[in-house]
Nanobody
Framework: QVQLVESGGGLVQAGGSLRLVCAAS????????MAWFRQAPGKEREFVAT????????FYADSVKGRFTISRDNAKNTVYLQMNSLKPEDTAVYSC????????????????????WGQGTQVTVSS
């Protein structure tokens, strides 16, 4: 089992940057594909980015491509989301998620297929 704890959210002006951190418990962190999702008030949860177990592969939603970067450090059981050029429409609660995977990396954007979730961290971008 994996427990996930996010941090790094906050209030930032449009055009600014934030770095989200997701710390995972357990010894088998490297077995999990990791992802970030977000949910704005009144909207459905939205896929943001995902990264393979070895960090070799990443995939982004079109809305954040070129602005956000997902990365991970398996030695520290941590996944990051660097967010640059933030826009007011990026305002949401950001959550990290983990999915056990034993075969080749596949891009999964469906939140229902992820096994473990953090509690989320609020990101607010002012105009």
């Amino acid at each position: 089992q994996v427990q996930l704890v996010e941090s790094g959210g906050g209030l930032v002006q449009a055009g600014g940057s934030l770095r989200l951190v997701c710390a995972a418990s357990g010894r088998t962190f490297s077995r999990y594909v990791m992802a970030w999702f977000r949910q704005a008030p009144g909207k459905e949860r939205e896929f943001v980015a995902t990264i393979s177990r070895s960090a070799t592969n990443t995939f982004y939603a079109d809305s954040v491509k070129g602005r956000f970067t997902i990365s991970r450090d398996n030695a520290k059981n941590t996944v990051y989301l660097q967010m640059n050029s933030l826009k007011p429409e990026d305002t949401a609660v950001y959550s990290c998620a983990a999915k056990a995977e034993y075969g080749p990396f596949t891009t999964v954007v469906d939140a229902a297929r992820y096994d473990y979730w953090g509690q989320g961290t609020q990101v607010t971008v002012s105009s």
